[in-house]
């Protein structure tokens, strides 16, 4: 007897639809992935101080490797159709340490390459992990009260740098931007109906939605930017270690390879998220090659000096929306992201997207990641243990967000880097306090609203 989510899909994993239909759902999944990624290089690359046609060659990478690391994924790793795209996390990470840069005396320029090398051994550690069948033991260190306080961490750290771009600061001199506040404003409220109120397909292509009504009012407010034309031509391969030979820091390599191990959540949520969509059971194996394929696109990541690629869960909505699970469009779609990569032009049309728009979008987008972090705590019993943990947590990491730059200018480069990233040191002190100095196996169980306890992470 088959699986009642099997019978209900127009085609299974192994079934190709017509020519013409192939195409069409490939294109279908193009566009989901562009609304979930073009803004990315934009805010990322204007973070780390790339003009417009550095932020035009990011955008360019990481279509390319993005559509790579779909495709190896789908061909050799968990073998599903879930898109490989810029992680949220590892964004955030990259503004956050663009932020503090500056108070260490790090030029951006020195940052980047930093960062090159922090993805390439984030890349390494996770291959090593995957072949080692070691995934459950790396997660089990992400708990709920850890991943839950990790994401409202982001959230509070990148929240100065939404909003200061969502009011144009800097744009015109040192202030605010009335202009651009409006445009935002605009902007959000678009994303917001469209992601509450449109049909299933209108809600998946929210951003896309958002961004293209920006971009249009942009015009008469004068805030778009225009396409950096002319291009370098009309196909160029992307340049590996575009942003300089990596250099080593250890403070990067740290928050790189915590990141790196943190999102392989998200790689675990997909596959789940996907086996309740097909109602097909996924081996084992397939979780380990997922892990060491995800090694492999951070190792991309770090070469072809773009952010981290993670495992989209969102793939699973837009299968059982459509229901079609069948690869064929799935590897036809990757590879016409990583030809679009190959094309400049489609680059300089990205970095051309206004700045107040690309950071609405983003808000937006990362609420859900706040609320992914709620429902974290959820999952807890919430007794007096978790209140600690919690607490101390986000009170720590916030409170070390505040510290003016020159409170750490007397300490050594690395604990500078601990101590003035509020996202890692409230996850170092997280998993700390949850495994080292307060672990649950010490404290009776205490009754909580939720009734149990839970350390699974499914996002």
């Given amino acids: 007897m088959s699986n009642p989510a099997e019978q209900q899909l127009l085609y299974d994993l192994h079934e190709n639809p017509p020519a013409r239909r192939t195409l069409v759902y490939a294109l279908q999944w193009l566009i989901f992935t562009l609304a979930n990624t073009a803004v990315v290089p934009l805010v990322v690359g204007r973070a780390l101080g790339l003009d417009q046609p550095g932020i035009a060659a990011l955008a360019q990478r990481t279509l390319f490797f993005s559509g790579l690391a779909s495709l190896l994924q789908v061909l050799f790793g968990h073998r599903l159709p879930i898109m490989e795209g810029p992680s949220g996390m590892w964004w955030g990470v990259f503004i956050t340490l663009a932020a503090l840069a500056p108070g260490l005396g790090k030029p951006l320029a020195v940052l980047r390459s930093d960062l090159e090398l922090g993805m390439l051994v984030a890349g390494v550690v996770l291959v090593l992990v995957g072949s080692s069948r070691l995934v459950g033991s790396a997660l089990s260190l992400f708990t709920p009260a850890v991943t839950g306080s990790v994401l409202i961490l982001l959230g509070l ?217 709620l429902r974290d705590y959820l999952r807890l019993q919430l007794d007096n243990r978790d209140f600690y943990i919690i607490g101390i947590t986000l009170l720590f990491g916030t409170g070390a967000m505040m510290l003016p730059a020159q409170a750490l200018a007397g300490m050594p480069v690395l604990a500078r880097y601990l101590l003035g990233n509020g996202f890692l040191s409230g996850m170092l002190l997280c998993i700390l306090l949850e495994h080292v100095f307060l672990p649950a196996r010490l404290f009776a169980a205490e009754p909580g609203p939720s009734g149990k306890k839970d350390s699974g992470m499914d996002r």
């Fill in 157 to 373: 750290q990148l929240s100065g740098t939404f909003v200061r771009g969502m009011l144009g600061v800097g744009m015109e001199g040192s202030g605010a931007n009335l202009r651009a506040a409006l445009l935002s404003v605009i902007v959000v409220a678009v994303v917001l109906w469209a992601s509450l109120k449109g049909r299933p397909f209108t809600r998946s292509v929210a951003v896309l939605i958002g961004i293209g009504v920006g971009w249009l009012v942009a015009l008469p407010l004068g805030l778009a930017p225009g396409v950096p034309w002319p291009v370098s031509g009309v196909f160029e391969l992307p340049r590996l270690f575009a942003w300089g030979t990596p250099t080593f820091d250890a403070g990067i390599v740290i928050t790189s390879v915590m990141t790196g191990l943190l999102v392989l959540s998200n790689l675990v949520a997909s596959i789940l998220a996907m086996e309740k969509t097909t109602g097909r059971k996924v081996p084992r194996q397939a979780y380990d090659r997922g892990v060491v394929l995800t090694g492999v696109a951070d190792l991309m990541a770090g070469m072809g000096a773009t952010v981290g690629f993670v495992p989209f869960s969102a793939g699973a909505a837009l299968v059982g929306m459509t229901r079609v699970a069948s690869r064929m469009p799935f590897i036809l779609f990757a590879i016409i992201m990583a030809v679009l990569g190959l094309i400049p032009p489609v680059g300089a049309f990205l970095s051309s997207i206004p700045i107040p728009v690309g950071y609405s979008v983003l808000l937006v987008s990362f609420c859900r990641m706040i609320g992914f972090g």
